[in-house]
């Protein structure tokens, strides 16, 4: 784990990226409009809290410099954090709401959650999403048009297998609510995540039958990646996706090997 190339600032859900020599980038063009380029990564190293990668061709301060003024326009964080929006003037409105019973003999006290969804103050669906965990259990809350989206980590916390007394892991698929209908029941995905507005239309990955893509506007492109880094809670949340107004940036794997990706709109 040498050389310093490139320095990413992250914080626990955006990113600031800093570049710090040449090279040309391996795009292509997918259908949709949006345009997918990748970089191949021989590793990811930390310095504190800051995270560096090194490319196998070139250097990372060309490859972030190429989509520097659409990468550093940022979604707000208060637009995916907010738990209140509007809709043809009226008020949808989330909260979480928690419910603690003592466990069994090999685990501790359990924390099922729910999010409880509310149209002008009236319930409106309840979404149940597991139990506590260090990962947040909501990771997006959008208005579209007509439709309101609602990004959640379904945790479950299983016995470790390491044989430590009341040690757990916490496992975690990701889910989008579209109008309180879940993606994943709707589409058959294993898992959905990463929803934004991108250059003014709905966008998300998805996961199923083993198969990565990403969905944009209605309409579904298979990917070429075996994983795609999301969910991260801590200091890894450095990997997860970095959303801004025209394009989403990303860690992702083809078995073992490591790529930074760029989705968007680069014109």
């Known amino acids: 784990m040498l050389a310093l190339v490139v320095v990413l600032l992250f914080s626990a859900c955006s990113a600031i990226f800093v570049p710090l020599e040449d090279t040309t980038p391996t795009a292509e063009i997918v259908p949709g409009t949006l345009e997918l380029v990748e970089f191949e990564i021989q590793r990811l190293q930390w310095k504190g809290e800051i ?19 659409q990468r550093s326009n940022l979604i707000p964080r208060a637009v995916y954090a907010t738990n209140n929006i509007r809709i043809a003037g009226d008020e949808i409105s989330y909260r979480i709401h928690e419910t603690i019973a003592q466990g069994d003999s090999n685990l501790p006290a359990r924390s099922s959650l729910e999010v409880l969804i509310h149209k002008n103050g009236e319930l409106l669906v309840s979404i149940p999403i597991g ?20 990004e959640v980590a379904y945790s479950e916390t299983i016995p470790s297998t390491d044989d430590i ?15 309180g209908i879940s993606l994943n029941s709707e ?8 929803f934004q507005i991108l250059a003014g239309r709905p966008f998300y990955f998805y996961k199923r039958a083993g198969v990565l893509g990403y969905a944009y506007d209605g309409t579904e492109f298979p990917l070429e990646y075996t994983r795609i ?22 860690y992702a794997y083809k078995g073992d090997v490591m790529y930074y990706a760029e989705i968007g709109v680069f014109d």
């Not at 560096?52 to 990372?60: D, F, R």
């Not at 009341?166 to 579209?178: K, P, W």
């Not at 949340?237 to 107004?245: E, G, R, T, Y």
């Open 51 to 69: 995270l560096s990668m090194v490319p196998v061709e070139g250097t990372a301060e060309e490859i972030l410099a190429s989509h520097e003024a």
């Open 187 to 194: 589409a058959g995905y294993e898992e959905s995540f990463g």
């Open 229 to 250: 880094d999301h969910h991260n809670c801590c200091s890894g949340a450095a990997l997860n996706p970095v959303m801004a107004d025209n394009m989403v940036a990303f």
């Open 131 to 150: 139990t506590s965990s260090p990962i947040s259990p909501v990771w997006g809350f959008w208005a579209y048009q007509d439709a309101w989206f609602l």
């Open 165 to 179: 007394p009341n040690n757990v892991e916490v496992v975690s698929t990701g889910d989008i609510f579209e109008n």
